[in-house]
């Protein structure tokens, strides 16, 4: 069963690249967040990654990273941070809804 779940869109950030994308379309399934990007490409993430209140601090820290690269995002309309572990380091999102 899948449960719908709203984002606008997902802020990338892996060493010093910072990636907006449009999200088509996202939900939960299994426990784990699938976002469907305007491209088709999928991103999935593992719920046990995902962080609603923690990281303030960090969260601030990638935003204002993401501005000083010419992306302002409204703190206000961050929902979700999480952090996944790749081969090639860490790879941090932001899951914005306006």
């Known amino acids: 069963m899948n449960d719908e779940v709203i984002y606008n869109q997902i802020i990338s950030f892996a060493r010093d690249d910072v990636l907006i994308r449009p999200i088509a379309k996202s939900y939960a399934e299994e426990g784990k967040l699938i976002l469907v990007l305007d491209n088709s490409e999928r991103i999935l993430i593992e719920g046990k990654e995902i962080d609603t209140i923690g990281h303030k601090k ?5 935003l204002d990273s993401a501005e000083e690269k010419g992306h302002a995002v409204d703190p206000k309309a961050v929902k979700h941070y999480a952090a996944v572990q790749t081969d090639e380091g860490t790879l941090e999102y932001v899951l914005v809804k306006w």
Request: charged share 40%.
């Open 58 to 62: 960090r969260i601030q820290e990638l």
